[in-house]
């Protein structure tokens, strides 16, 4: 009875090529996971930076937040 036997090299490569795949995989999801957290996360909390009151001839002016104004 004569056994089938795969040569060493097809053996090599077939094993070469499930750890490729399984590395794939793996990275994958490492980066399906950092989109979902991605998504999951509260946008920054917005600050604002206001000066200090001045004065310009003798007029001062009190810089404050304002929620309307657009640049």
């Known amino acids: 009875m004569q ?3 795969m ?3 097809m ?3 077939f094993a070469l090529a499930l750890v490729v ?3 794939a995989e793996t990275e994958l999801i490492i980066h399906s996971a950092k989109r979902v957290i991605t998504a999951v ?3 920054p909390e917005i600050k604002y930076k206001v ?3 001045y ?3 003798g007029v001062w002016y009190y810089p404050h937040e ?3 104004y657009e640049e």
């Open 3 to 5: 056994r089938n036997k």
């Open 21 to 23: 795949a399984g590395c």
């Open 7 to 9: 040569p060493g090299w």
């Open 51 to 53: 000066g200090n009151p």
């Open 41 to 43: 996360e509260e946008p």
């Open 66 to 68: 304002d929620y309307q």
């Open 55 to 57: 004065q310009i001839q």
């Open 11 to 13: 053996v090599v490569l």
